[in-house]
């Protein structure tokens, strides 16, 4: 067992037993202060962000080779790209210094700052960034409303991690307002397209992982060391325009109803730290290629949830998921992506495709959740949804539980303002 992930551990800083951050999540992100806007590299604890440059200088990393720096840094993919030896230690080591009874507790006004005064920044530089579709629940309630049951899953779907290229230009952390985005629709019964905002605006609930390890053009990575490159895992709202979408994506796939904007939570919880947690995903039917064959168990369970917030304030959760879900898991879709050769780099960002269960309290879009648009929800105020409607935040959110152990990731909020 990797040492911080010990049940038992406790901390001299006060976590109430709801929050996200205990001492054995030990989160990566970056922030800074209305007093200091440099952005450093942080971890989280209870209330409090932790800052690792200030608590760097006061020597707590004695004896790991870390560079002067790495944390004095707007983005983590300096510290991942030091590799899984030193960033658990480095984890490891911070879980000490937190631990009851450590002697840094006399000096914690030096480096935790309350998570209120806080202000979490983008936490990757995020080079490329990959959508997958690797739900089949999800595949198969969007196959049945675009095809009908009978061919709800095209006839590669159980055969390979769909997927496409994304936008990693317009990937913004939580808390980051969204502007409704323009484009071209074709109206119901049209035959010409129109232009101008979008009408059925959408979220998609994802999770998504981070590169920690490059490979070179040409290099393929197995699902048995896909491990070693993922360096943690990020709540992330893929939002989606789904009457640009549907008139665009032929044949070539998601374009502009996709790359207008997606949230990304500011909080990367390590690979490491979910390893409690793993658990079988379901069982692959008809048996996959060798390159996607894979031992042991690679899905982890993470429940999510996904809640409206109207204009007026009032709240409705719209679904509760979980990533176990999962039909193809990350060690197969890293696999699949670089079984042709192509390389990864520090920083890429993966994300899963939205995240549906098996029944109508699960699904992870409002398009599955109104079948598409023929069913309202009712919110709390006397307002009623299909899709979303501008002056709406959605905030999705997420963690893992076993052992008394609660390990969340924090939050992936988004406000929808007018088109201009
Ligand atoms: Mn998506």
């Known amino acids: 067992?990797?040492?911080?992930?010990?049940?038992?551990?406790?901390?001299?800083?006060?976590?109430?037993?709801?929050?996200?951050?205990?001492?054995?999540?030990?989160?990566?992100?970056?922030?800074?202060?209305?007093?200091?806007?440099?952005?450093?590299?942080?971890?989280?604890?209870?209330?409090?962000?932790?800052?690792?440059?200030?608590?760097?200088?006061?020597?707590?990393?004695?004896?790991?080779n870390l560079p002067e720096?790495?944390?004095?840094?707007?983005?983590?993919?300096?510290?991942?790209?030091?590799?899984?030896?030193?960033?658990?230690?480095?984890?490891?080591?911070?879980?000490?210094?937190?631990?009851?009874?450590?002697e840094f507790s006399s000096l914690s006004e030096q480096f935790l700052v309350p998570a209120k005064d806080a202000n979490l920044l983008l936490p990757v530089k995020i080079g490329d960034y990959t959508d997958f579709y690797s739900s089949i629940e999800h595949a198969t309630n969007l196959g049945i409303m675009f095809r009908g049951p009978e061919n709800a899953l095209m006839p590669n779907w159980r055969h390979l991690p769909v997927g496409y290229h994304g936008r990693a230009s317009s990937?913004?952390?939580?808390?980051?307002?969204?502007?409704?985005?323009?484009?071209?629709?074709?109206?119901?019964?049209?035959?010409?397209?129109?232009?101008?905002?979008?009408?059925?605006?959408?979220?998609?609930?994802?999770?998504?992982?981070?590169?920690?390890?490059?490979?070179?053009?040409?290099?393929?990575?197995?699902?048995?060391?896909?491990?070693?490159?993922?360096?943690?895992?990020?709540?992330?709202n893929d939002w989606s325009a789904r009457d640009i979408q549907k008139w665009?994506?032929?044949?070539?796939?998601?374009?502009?109803?996709?790359?207008?904007?997606?949230?990304?939570?500011?909080?990367?919880?390590?690979?490491?730290a979910l390893q409690p947690f793993k658990l079988k995903g379901p069982k692959q039917e008809p048996e996959v290629l060798p390159y996607l064959q894979y031992d042991g168990e690679k899905n982890y369970d993470v429940k999510l949830e996904v809640i409206l917030e109207t204009p007026s304030g009032v709240q409705k959760t719209l679904s509760n998921s979980n990533f176990k879900f999962m039909y193809w898991n990350m060690n197969q879709q890293l696999a699949h992506h670089t079984v042709n050769g192509c390389n990864i780099n520090v920083g890429d960002f993966y994300a899963s495709g939205t995240i549906s269960g098996k029944d109508e309290t699960s699904?992870?879009?409002?398009?599955?959740?109104?079948?598409?648009?023929?069913?309202?929800?009712?919110?709390?105020?006397?307002?009623?949804?299909?899709?979303?409607?501008?002056?709406?935040?959605?905030?999705m959110k997420g963690y893992c539980e076993n052992n008394g152990v609660r390990i969340g990731f924090g939050e992936a909020v988004g406000k929808i303002l007018p088109a201009d």
């Not at 030091?82 to 490891?92: A, D, P, Y």
């Open 363 to 395: 699904y992870g879009s409002m398009l599955e959740l109104s079948k598409a648009g023929k069913i309202a929800t009712e919110m709390p105020d006397g307002t009623t949804r299909k899709f979303i409607l501008d002056g709406d935040t959605i905030i």
């Open 171 to 236: 990937i913004v952390v939580s808390g980051t307002d969204i502007k409704r985005p323009k484009g071209q629709m074709l109206p119901k019964d049209a035959d010409q397209p129109v232009f101008g905002p979008c009408n059925l605006l959408d979220f998609e609930l994802e999770m998504g992982f981070v590169i920690g390890k490059a490979t070179n053009l040409g290099d393929t990575i197995s699902t048995a060391d896909a491990d070693d490159y993922i360096f943690g895992l990020a709540v992330f």
């Open 248 to 272: 665009e994506y032929v044949p070539l796939g998601p374009f502009l109803g996709k790359n207008f904007a997606s949230t990304i939570a500011p909080w990367i919880v390590t690979l490491d």
């Open 1 to 64: 067992m990797i040492k911080a992930n010990n049940p038992k551990l406790t901390s001299w800083v006060k976590v109430d037993k709801n929050s996200d951050f205990p001492i054995q999540n030990i989160p990566f992100g970056v922030f800074n202060t209305k007093e200091d806007s440099t952005p450093r590299v942080c971890s989280a604890i209870g209330d409090f962000v932790i800052d690792l440059h200030n608590l760097m200088s006061l020597g707590a990393f004695k004896g790991i």
């Open 69 to 102: 720096n790495v944390f004095a840094n707007p983005y983590i993919n300096d510290f991942m790209a030091l590799g899984k030896s030193i960033t658990r230690n480095v984890r490891n080591r911070i879980s000490d210094i937190l631990e009851t009874g450590h």
